[in-house]
């Protein structure tokens, strides 16, 4: 199946090498380009893509606040949207990620790194970069760690393994590394990954990052210095 894609950016130049990278993949092609927030809102809608490539900055409404109005559209669900930025900081990340963004990618990334990303996007993973990830971590580190044996009310509804899972694709492993770590299949792996998303109302794998945080679920070492 190919990969249906809306570029949404408002540098053209930008969104044509974007396209030209993407139209050469046999499992992936444009659908779209839009130049303003709005215009990806309303693209979105017409189009029904797999992703969005969304940048931050653009006119009309920016990229954090189309993505928010895109993942709030109960027609839009299945749509995963990809912030593609050169701001990579914390408050955008943990706006993003709150918004529903399924990934947080700096502009620097090599060709390949964007187009596996965006692989891993569709195949149902949360995506960050590293910078983004550290950002993120150091945000939440004032969360109150769970003690031994506690659960927050707002995890009370999952079961231990549900729990356990979302633990770790908040480390960032994804589905064939928890699959190999815990001696199951990827499939059972996503069975989890999917309850402990309908239990906590979570519209993405990378939701279920920032409630882990939040809650203290993932233990965080601060690092030296």
Known sequence: MTMRIILADDQELLRGT?????????????VAEAGT?????ELTRQH????????????????????????ADPQLTGV?????????????????LRGGASGFIG?????????????????????????ATRSLIERYL??????????????????????????????????????ASLYISETTVKTHANRAMSKLQ???????VVIAYETGLVRITPRDG
């Open 18 to 30: 974007f396209r030209l990278l993407i139209d050469s993949q046999a499992d992936m092609t444009v």
């Open 37 to 41: 927030g709005r215009q990806a809102i």
């Open 48 to 71: 029904v893509p797999d992703i969005v490539l969304m940048d931050i900055r653009m006119p009309d409404t920016d990229g954090l606040g189309a993505t928010e109005i895109i993942t």
């Open 80 to 96: 995963k949207i990809v912030i593609l930025t050169t701001f990579e900081q914390d408050e955008y990340v943990a706006r993003a």
């Open 107 to 131: 502009k620097g990334i090599s060709p390949s790194a964007l187009l596996d990303a965006m692989r891993v996007v569709a195949a149902g993973d949360a995506l960050l970069s590293p910078t």
């Open 142 to 179: 004032a969360a109150p760690q769970l003690s031994s044996g506690s659960v927050p009310s707002k995890l009370e509804r999952l079961t231990a393994r549900e729990r356990e899972i979302m633990s770790l694709i908040a480390t960032g492993l994804t589905n064939s590394q928890i699959a």
């Open 202 to 208: 979570a519209h993405d794998r990378a939701q279920l």
